[in-house]
């Protein structure tokens, strides 16, 4: 299977990595769970799990780097303030990482955002702020209210509430709806097993389906049984089971 890496600059000058896996397909920006890294999906099992797709030329993976450790999961910070540094990473996505994607996979590639846990929120996160982009968003386990989030506290002002997707989906309304309603699909996916709950991703997942539907846009709810923990063998067997419908 071919796969390569490349550095790209983010604007706080530093670099990250994004790893790409396939030689052609629908392309899939891929977001690690809290604080993973571009290599987490090769090494949890999860790209030998989808290279029958890989192999086929039906998909093609661009795993980046998180940059939770400086935003959602930087305890110290009140969430305005993590949600503000969230616009690093925003930057780093929309002017690196997307260029470098459509310059491998065709300038008009429409590409899917797909991730586990922390991935999961920020796969719909991207996906309803940025449409025109990712009109597909494969959610796996997530918890989209960062309220509820462990260590969360203090203020929630803009950059909060417009990174909160249970909070602005909610009050989504006129023309900028209707343009979603006809632009977005959603997949959510999580189990009921161990992890699944304490993570708030039990309830949160379903919340999160209610909200998309009531406002008309495409969502799918999938929930697994209660033997279906919030954990990287559960989301093998959901990747495999999902993924060859959207590619």
């Not at 996916?189 to 708030?200: I, L, S």
């Not at 991703?201 to 919340?207: E, G, I, K, Y």
Request: a negative charge; aromatic letters at 12%; charged letters at 20%.
């Amino acid at each position: 299977m071919r796969h390569y890496s490349a550095q790209l600059s983010a604007p706080d000058g530093a670099t990250a990595t994004v790893a790409a896996y396939g030689h052609w397909g629908r392309p899939v920006l891929v977001f690690p769970t809290e604080k993973g890294n571009a290599w987490e999906w090769a090494n949890t099992g999860m790209v030998a799990t989808l290279e029958p797709l890989l192999e086929a030329g039906r998909l093609k993976l661009y795993c980046v780097d998180s940059f939770d450790a400086g935003t959602w999961s930087d305890e110290q910070q009140p969430l305005e303030e993590r949600a503000r540094r969230h616009d690093t990473y925003e930057k780093w996505i929309l002017n690196a990482v997307v260029p470098h994607i459509r310059a491998d996979s065709g300038e008009d590639s429409e590409i899917v955002t797909a991730g586990c846990s922390l991935g999961a929120f920020h796969a719909l996160n991207f996906s309803l702020r940025r449409a025109d982009l990712f009109p597909l968003a494969l959610c796996f386990s997530g918890n989209y209210e960062p309220v509820t989030w462990r260590g969360s506290w203090g203020e929630r002002g803009d950059a909060f509430y417009f990174n909160s997707p249970a909070d602005y989906a909610a009050n989504l309304h006129g023309d900028h709806l209707d343009w979603l309603r006809s632009r977005v699909s959603v997949l959510l996916v999580c189990g009921q097993g161990q992890w699944e709950d304490t993570t708030g991703s039990l309830a949160s997942t379903p919340r999160m389906a209610e909200i998309l539907k009531a406002k008309g846009i495409r969502c799918e709810l999938d929930m697994w049984g209660p033997d279906v923990p919030h954990d990287w063998p559960s989301w093998r067997a959901q990747a495999a089971h999902h993924l060859p419908r959207f590619c």
